[in-house]
């Protein structure tokens, strides 16, 4: 095959979840000296970015999304170590968890794998996520973004509970803070004070990218 | 409780003022409405928050006229006192139904208020097995002589083994029975219906998980339907078929959007196959009726 045929199968078969093909095509990318950053930035992230268009415009569904992810993953293991070696940079770092008292994870599950797919590094701390938990994640990791997830309006007061241990442990400022699920509104994000919301997946990838990019251009690194 | 392989099926008996619905292994499946809901609902919370509930008649009148035998009622707006918001909504919908009421709210406070504030026996969602969750909702059951819906899951995790879900499930019937002296009749099991479209097992754990609740405990079950279908194309269907597939396997209700006729005539026909609906009479009166509502807007 040649590098073209590599990058083109690559695509193609993420687009539908073919997880064996994905990965047999990565390691023939590897054995022809392709490096993993193009692997990754010209076949797998574009592919992932369709995938997310497509759920957008009502064309893909759930399951066809997951499989993608799961297809995409396969690949990352493989190549994650490879691009550390090379010190490829993630575009950013991102810590998600659901909040204390929410048991709740596909949704949060499907945002990990667009955000991934998208080139974030994703950190997830899981379900029922305490206040002190997310600081102590935030002050270990230090992540540029971090996510609270809720899917039940008696658990999205987390959200303030959160901000306020944030603030309290003096680190609000040092992150971005997105806040999403099923019952959360843009008025209820504004209303706990987050800096971002977004009604799904592939929204939270798009308003992800444009947090950090006001972010970088404010604080210049 | 040992376990028992023929557990006697239970009755749960709920009531409004003037109507009683009894929801059993053996009786047509109960459809409780479910849209009575803010959630996910921008304007209707305006609403709410502003203190205009007019939105709610309009709710009631769809979920009763779909079918619904049960009306849950969910006042869950952000930024609200939700038990005074619930017990408004309550006393407002027994004026305007005779269906009995299923009271949602993850507020302790607030479904104290809606209790205190509904005439009749209300079934009250939800518990799961946590034990603080329990503490504080089950005397609130007792005392007001209510039926509650209890979720098999723990302040970990939502289990996806079924012998996970089953022992939760008896801990919370031993729970609910021993130390706060509710019937397990009064105790309506969820057995977590999971989107299909995440895992291609989810729903035969949730049928199986079905079938060992019905069989070592006789409790009613009922479910969030809609979940089933989430994030697939083509969701009445989905639900039109798996729903009669639940009631083979010990499912008694749903919670359920009843403005969805496919499903709920899916439902009423798995009715009179499964012999719960003796001779058809409800499944022909519900042919008179839309003879006569079709006869009526024709003429």
Redesign the interface.
Known sequence: MTPEEILQGLYDETLVGNAPRVLELTNEGLVLNMEPQTLLFDALIPSLEEVGARFERGDFFVPEMLIAGRAMSGAMEVLRPLLAETGVQTIGKFLMGTVKGDVHDIGKNLVNIMLEGAGFEVIDLGVQVAPEKFVAAIEEHQPDIVGFSAFLTTTMPMFKANMNALEKAGIRNSVIVMVGGAPVTQEYADAVGADGYAADASQTVKRAKSLLQERRAKVPA | MSAQFNAPRLETVLRSATQQVVIGHGNRFCLIGERINP??R?IF?EQLRAGDLSAIERDVRAQVEGGADVLDI?M????TDEAELLAKAITMVQTLSDKPICID???IDALEAGLAAYQGRALVNSITAEDERMEQVLPLVKKYDAAVIALP?D????PMEVEKRITLTRKIIEVATKEYGIAAADIVIDPLA??I??D?EMVNTTMETMRRIRDEFGVNMTCGASNVS????GRPTIGAAFLPMAMTAGLTSAIMDTRTPQIVEAVKAADLLLGHDEWGGAWIAAHRARLAREAAATA
């Open positions: 959630t996910g921008r919370q969910n869950g707006v952000p930024l709210s993850s507020v899951n302040a970990d995790e939502i999971m989107p479209g995440a291609s989430f994030g697939m194309p």
